[in-house]
């Protein structure tokens, strides 16, 4: 006779994000709605949002969307300069980040 291993029914299912490849639990994914087996984690969720926004206001100009564009002009300077990467003023400058268009 042999014996099975038990299962944990609690165990979650690991996926994969889409984008960037980290590895998550089913739940903390986005999943498209045509398309539910494609999953993509918050932090690409993030820049898939801000990539369309982007797009439509290339498409559709408004002073908004100008705002929006001197945003992500300065958001591309500081990545480019690393100040993202140091120390308080880095972290400082991710919280920032999390609230910008």
Known sequence: MTAHAAQDPVETSRSVCWCCGAQRSDDELVHLGDHPEVGICPSCARWVHRRGTQI????????????????????????????????????LLRRIDRYLP
């Open 56 to 91: 439509e206001d290339a498409h559709h100009p408004s002073i908004a969307g100008w705002w929006r564009a001197r945003i992500h002009a300065a958001r591309t300077a500081v990545i480019n300069r690393g100040w993202h990467q140091r120390g308080v003023l880095g972290a």
